[in-house]
């Protein structure tokens, strides 16, 4: 969180106000160094506490940009895990960069570190992350479940605008079918019926698919 908590906040800030709401302009600068002294213990206590009690049956993994940056590329690499029940909850925060396999091994170890014994059963995230990479060493036993919003903003981008709606129905009945079987017959479909005028979209989505349809080896209602 160095990335926000390293930010010299002025009273009446627009950032200040966007944390402490409308009363933040009348908060002096002394004031305002006591609280961010106060969120940085608050963030160190939060990241450094015990998960040697938690078990999480699936991870979300992403890098979120922040116009608060001194580096272009850094940006906050965010873990967001769901145990057994259902319940969600976040579990690691810190700056990084995106596409390195070194900023997100750091963040894994950092998970092992706090007491997170068991793996989860799969790990979701985007295809250009490095995390796939910090994965493969920190948790082999896990499965990779391609990001679908991600996937699909991919195929999109490499259509015409005419095109896209189409596509995108194609490729939602893929992920929103009821069963593994149909939902390979839609991916099949939609390569088979796109492939011949758009193949480079059309390679873009068959290159992943084992990974983009492993969530139907786990129960629905995680």
């Not at 998970?111 to 995390?131: E, V, W």
């Not at 017959?185 to 390679?203: G, L, V, W």
Request: glycine content about 6%; proline content about 6%.
């Amino acid at each position: 969180m160095a990335i926000c908590l390293s930010v010299r906040f002025k009273p009446g800030s627009e950032t200040l106000k966007h944390l402490l709401g409308p009363d933040a302009p009348g908060l002096s600068p002394a004031t305002i160094s006591r609280l961010k002294q106060q969120w940085e213990q608050d963030y160190r206590d939060w990241s450094r506490r015990d998960l040697s009690n938690k078990r999480y049956v699936y991870v979300w993994a992403d890098g979120v940009y922040s116009t608060v940056r001194m580096d272009d590329r850094l940006c906050l690499l965010a873990i967001i895990g769901s145990d057994e029940t259902g319940r969600k909850e976040l579990l690691a925060l810190s700056d990084g960069y995106r596409e390195s396999e070194a900023s997100w091994t750091e963040v894994l170890m950092g998970l092992q570190q706090r007491g997170l014994k068991d793996p989860p059963k799969l790990a979701i995230g985007d295809g250009a992350l490095g995390f796939w990479k910090a994965v493969a060493k920190c948790w082999p036993q896990t499965d990779p479940q391609r990001c679908w919003v991600h996937k699909t903003a991919n195929v999109l981008e490499k259509l015409p605008k005419t095109m896209q709606p189409k596509v995108k129905e194609a490729l939602d009945n893929i992920w929103q079918a009821e069963t593994r079987e149909q939902a390979y017959a839609a991916f099949d479909h939609c390569i088979e019926r796109f492939s011949p005028k758009y193949p480079e979209a059309m390679a873009c989505l068959a290159k992943d698919k084992g990974s983009m349809l492993a969530f139907y080896d786990y129960p629905a209602e995680n």
